[in-house]
Protein backbone atom coordinates (compact mmCIF):
# COMPACT_ATOMS: atom_id res chain seq x y z
CA UNK A 1 0.00 0.00 0.00
CA UNK A 2 2.36 2.13 1.35
CA UNK A 3 4.71 1.70 -1.92
CA UNK A 4 2.01 2.26 -4.41
CA UNK A 5 1.41 5.61 -2.90
CA UNK A 6 4.71 6.62 -3.12
CA UNK A 7 5.10 5.67 -7.04
CA UNK A 8 1.59 7.87 -7.44
CA UNK A 9 3.33 11.02 -5.80
CA UNK A 10 6.56 10.36 -7.95
CA UNK A 11 4.02 10.21 -10.72
CA UNK A 12 2.16 13.22 -9.95
CA UNK A 13 5.30 15.10 -9.76
CA UNK A 14 7.05 14.20 -13.20
CA UNK A 15 3.88 15.46 -14.65
CA UNK A 16 3.77 18.53 -12.80
CA UNK A 17 7.17 18.92 -13.88
CA UNK A 18 6.90 18.10 -17.18
CA UNK A 19 3.80 20.35 -17.64
CA UNK A 20 5.54 22.96 -16.31
CA UNK A 21 8.84 23.17 -18.85
CA UNK A 22 6.49 23.00 -21.66
CA UNK A 23 4.64 25.60 -20.48
CA UNK A 24 7.88 27.45 -20.12
CA UNK A 25 8.76 26.99 -24.23
CA UNK A 26 5.77 27.92 -24.96
CA UNK A 27 5.66 30.70 -23.54
CA UNK A 28 9.17 32.18 -24.29
CA UNK A 29 8.68 30.86 -28.38
CA UNK A 30 5.30 32.83 -28.58
CA UNK A 31 6.96 36.09 -27.17
CA UNK A 32 9.54 36.23 -30.06
CA UNK A 33 6.60 36.45 -32.52
CA UNK A 34 4.09 38.94 -29.75
CA UNK A 35 7.12 41.48 -29.27
CA UNK A 36 6.19 44.75 -30.90
CA UNK A 37 9.01 45.48 -33.71
CA UNK A 38 10.41 49.09 -33.19
CA UNK A 39 9.51 51.89 -35.87
CA UNK A 40 11.97 54.19 -37.25
CA UNK A 41 10.47 57.53 -38.41
CA UNK A 42 13.07 58.35 -41.10
CA UNK A 43 11.89 61.64 -42.09
CA UNK A 44 10.21 63.36 -45.22
CA UNK A 45 12.85 63.96 -47.86
CA UNK A 46 13.35 67.29 -49.33
CA UNK A 47 13.42 66.67 -52.73
CA UNK A 48 14.23 69.93 -53.91
CA UNK A 49 17.02 71.18 -51.07
CA UNK A 50 20.53 69.51 -52.08
CA UNK A 51 23.61 70.01 -49.99
CA UNK A 52 24.63 66.55 -50.28
CA UNK A 53 27.77 68.13 -51.23
CA UNK A 54 28.79 68.80 -47.98
CA UNK A 55 27.53 65.23 -46.73
CA UNK A 56 24.57 66.54 -44.98
CA UNK A 57 21.30 64.54 -44.93
CA UNK A 58 18.74 65.86 -47.17
CA UNK A 59 15.76 64.74 -44.83
CA UNK A 60 13.63 66.32 -41.88
CA UNK A 61 11.05 65.50 -38.88
CA UNK A 62 7.57 64.45 -39.92
CA UNK A 63 5.05 67.26 -39.65
CA UNK A 64 7.80 70.10 -39.10
CA UNK A 65 7.56 73.62 -40.83
CA UNK A 66 9.99 74.41 -42.62
CA UNK A 67 11.13 77.64 -45.25
CA UNK A 68 13.91 78.23 -48.25
CA UNK A 69 14.63 82.17 -49.20
CA UNK A 70 17.32 84.15 -49.68
CA UNK A 71 17.95 88.32 -48.66
CA UNK A 72 20.57 90.08 -47.21
CA UNK A 73 22.78 89.57 -43.61
CA UNK A 74 21.75 92.62 -41.63
CA UNK A 75 22.67 91.48 -38.43
CA UNK A 76 25.27 88.84 -36.59
CA UNK A 77 24.33 88.58 -32.86
CA UNK A 78 27.19 86.71 -31.21
CA UNK A 79 25.57 86.13 -27.84
CA UNK A 80 26.04 82.21 -27.56
CA UNK A 81 29.85 82.95 -26.96
CA UNK A 82 28.55 83.29 -23.39
CA UNK A 83 26.00 80.37 -23.54
CA UNK A 84 23.42 82.12 -24.57
CA UNK A 85 21.68 82.22 -28.85
CA UNK A 86 23.40 83.09 -31.44
CA UNK A 87 21.15 84.63 -34.25
CA UNK A 88 21.24 86.51 -37.49
CA UNK A 89 18.63 88.81 -39.17
CA UNK A 90 17.96 88.53 -42.48
CA UNK A 91 15.81 90.77 -44.52
CA UNK A 92 14.28 91.62 -40.90
CA UNK A 93 13.73 87.60 -40.15
CA UNK A 94 15.09 86.34 -36.92
CA UNK A 95 17.10 82.86 -37.66
CA UNK A 96 18.76 81.12 -34.43
CA UNK A 97 21.59 79.71 -35.66
CA UNK A 98 22.99 78.16 -32.35
CA UNK A 99 22.56 78.39 -28.69
CA UNK A 100 25.04 77.76 -26.11
CA UNK A 101 25.60 74.02 -24.68
CA UNK A 102 22.43 72.79 -26.16
CA UNK A 103 22.70 69.61 -27.75
CA UNK A 104 20.22 68.67 -30.58
CA UNK A 105 20.02 67.86 -34.58
CA UNK A 106 21.63 71.63 -36.02
CA UNK A 107 22.35 72.60 -39.43
CA UNK A 108 25.45 74.16 -41.35
CA UNK A 109 26.91 77.12 -41.93
CA UNK A 110 28.18 77.15 -45.58
CA UNK A 111 30.71 79.59 -47.09
CA UNK A 112 32.43 80.69 -43.96
CA UNK A 113 34.82 79.36 -41.16
CA UNK A 114 32.68 80.06 -38.11
CA UNK A 115 30.06 81.67 -36.83
CA UNK A 116 31.69 84.68 -35.79
CA UNK A 117 33.21 84.86 -39.74
CA UNK A 118 29.65 85.82 -40.66
CA UNK A 119 30.04 89.48 -39.00
CA UNK A 120 32.39 89.65 -42.18
CA UNK A 121 29.55 89.05 -44.49
CA UNK A 122 27.32 91.78 -43.05
CA UNK A 123 25.52 93.49 -45.95
CA UNK A 124 25.93 90.55 -48.21
CA UNK A 125 23.31 87.86 -49.75
CA UNK A 126 23.07 84.66 -47.63
CA UNK A 127 20.39 81.71 -48.39
CA UNK A 128 18.34 79.54 -45.71
CA UNK A 129 16.97 76.63 -45.39
CA UNK A 130 15.25 76.53 -41.76
CA UNK A 131 12.60 75.35 -39.49
CA UNK A 132 9.65 78.12 -39.80
CA UNK A 133 8.69 78.82 -36.18
CA UNK A 134 5.77 81.23 -37.24
CA UNK A 135 6.17 84.78 -36.10
CA UNK A 136 8.87 85.66 -38.58
CA UNK A 137 11.42 83.32 -36.43
CA UNK A 138 13.39 80.66 -37.37
CA UNK A 139 16.00 78.19 -36.55
CA UNK A 140 18.83 75.90 -37.77
CA UNK A 141 17.68 73.97 -34.93
CA UNK A 142 15.51 70.30 -35.69
CA UNK A 143 17.77 68.66 -38.54
CA UNK A 144 21.44 68.45 -40.03
CA UNK A 145 19.54 69.17 -43.10
CA UNK A 146 18.98 72.83 -42.19
CA UNK A 147 21.67 75.14 -43.53
CA UNK A 148 22.88 79.25 -43.68
CA UNK A 149 24.92 79.81 -47.14
CA UNK A 150 26.57 83.05 -47.81
CA UNK A 151 25.92 83.45 -51.66
CA UNK A 152 27.76 86.89 -51.84
CA UNK A 153 31.09 87.21 -50.82
CA UNK A 154 32.07 91.05 -51.92
CA UNK A 155 33.93 92.07 -54.76
CA UNK A 156 37.46 91.47 -55.69
CA UNK A 157 40.38 91.48 -52.89
CA UNK A 158 42.90 94.12 -52.66
CA UNK A 159 46.13 94.18 -50.92
CA UNK A 160 48.19 96.67 -48.54
CA UNK A 161 49.25 99.00 -50.88
CA UNK A 162 47.65 98.00 -53.98
CA UNK A 163 43.93 99.83 -55.27
CA UNK A 164 40.62 98.62 -56.11
CA UNK A 165 38.04 100.32 -58.02
CA UNK A 166 34.47 99.26 -56.29
CA UNK A 167 31.44 101.59 -58.47
CA UNK A 168 33.38 104.55 -59.22
CA UNK A 169 35.55 104.64 -55.31
CA UNK A 170 39.15 103.90 -55.65
CA UNK A 171 40.06 102.18 -52.45
CA UNK A 172 44.01 101.73 -51.26
CA UNK A 173 44.77 99.91 -47.86
CA UNK A 174 47.42 101.37 -46.35
CA UNK A 175 47.99 99.88 -43.18
CA UNK A 176 46.27 97.00 -40.71
CA UNK A 177 45.30 98.43 -36.77
CA UNK A 178 44.29 95.89 -35.57
CA UNK A 179 43.17 92.38 -36.38
CA UNK A 180 41.90 90.65 -32.80
CA UNK A 181 39.69 87.75 -34.88
CA UNK A 182 38.80 84.90 -33.25
CA UNK A 183 40.95 82.39 -33.89
CA UNK A 184 39.35 79.67 -36.13
CA UNK A 185 41.12 77.24 -34.04
CA UNK A 186 40.28 78.52 -30.33
CA UNK A 187 37.05 79.09 -28.42
CA UNK A 188 36.24 83.13 -27.79
CA UNK A 189 33.92 85.01 -26.01
CA UNK A 190 33.87 87.88 -28.68
CA UNK A 191 34.28 87.63 -32.46
CA UNK A 192 36.75 90.78 -32.40
CA UNK A 193 37.52 92.74 -35.65
CA UNK A 194 39.75 94.37 -37.95
CA UNK A 195 40.58 98.03 -38.55
CA UNK A 196 41.87 98.87 -41.58
CA UNK A 197 44.18 102.56 -42.60
CA UNK A 198 43.20 103.24 -45.61
CA UNK A 199 42.86 105.94 -48.99
CA UNK A 200 39.09 106.15 -50.24
CA UNK A 201 38.63 108.69 -53.35
CA UNK A 202 35.74 109.11 -55.64
CA UNK A 203 34.07 111.92 -57.48
CA UNK A 204 33.70 113.97 -54.46
CA UNK A 205 37.61 113.79 -53.67
CA UNK A 206 40.16 111.83 -51.43
CA UNK A 207 40.04 111.40 -47.77
CA UNK A 208 42.02 108.81 -45.30
CA UNK A 209 39.53 106.62 -43.66
CA UNK A 210 39.94 103.92 -40.86
CA UNK A 211 37.41 100.81 -42.49
CA UNK A 212 36.09 98.72 -39.43
CA UNK A 213 35.12 94.77 -40.49
CA UNK A 214 31.64 94.77 -41.09
CA UNK A 215 31.15 98.57 -40.79
CA UNK A 216 30.24 101.56 -42.95
CA UNK A 217 32.42 104.53 -43.86
CA UNK A 218 29.18 107.02 -45.06
CA UNK A 219 30.01 109.18 -47.90
CA UNK A 220 27.67 111.63 -49.80
CA UNK A 221 25.97 108.94 -51.51
CA UNK A 222 27.30 105.89 -50.78
CA UNK A 223 28.15 103.23 -47.60
CA UNK A 224 30.99 101.69 -48.27
CA UNK A 225 32.05 98.27 -45.91
CA UNK A 226 35.07 96.36 -45.67
CA UNK A 227 32.70 92.74 -45.44
CA UNK A 228 35.57 90.36 -45.43
CA UNK A 229 39.06 90.10 -45.17
CA UNK A 230 41.21 86.98 -45.70
CA UNK A 231 43.15 84.27 -44.42
CA UNK A 232 41.34 83.89 -41.29
CA UNK A 233 43.19 84.25 -38.57
CA UNK A 234 44.44 80.70 -36.24
CA UNK A 235 46.41 80.44 -33.11
CA UNK A 236 49.34 78.78 -34.59
CA UNK A 237 50.07 81.04 -37.26
CA UNK A 238 50.96 84.45 -37.67
CA UNK A 239 49.89 86.11 -40.48
CA UNK A 240 52.08 88.78 -42.32
CA UNK A 241 50.65 92.19 -43.62
CA UNK A 242 51.64 91.18 -47.13
CA UNK A 243 49.65 88.05 -47.02
CA UNK A 244 46.25 89.97 -46.23
CA UNK A 245 44.06 90.48 -48.70
CA UNK A 246 40.54 92.91 -48.35
CA UNK A 247 36.81 93.06 -49.60
CA UNK A 248 34.56 95.92 -50.11
CA UNK A 249 30.85 96.31 -51.28
CA UNK A 250 30.18 100.05 -51.89
CA UNK A 251 25.79 100.34 -51.27
CA UNK A 252 23.66 103.74 -52.66
CA UNK A 253 22.23 105.75 -50.04
Known sequence: MKKSLIISTLVILLIVLSLGFLFRDLLFSTSQFTEPIPVVDVGVVVPDVDNSDIGIPISIPSGMETINFSGELEDVNVGCFADGECYVVIDGKHVTVLIGRVQQAVGTIIGVDSFGGLENFVGEKVEIFAQDLGSEKYTLYGSEAFYLKVLEAGGAGVRINESIDVLGNKITPLQILEDSRCPIDVQCIQAGTVRLRAILENSLGKSEQVFILGESVTTENEFVSMVRVEP????KTTIND???????KVKKR
Open 242 to 248: TEYTFYF
Open 232 to 235: STDS
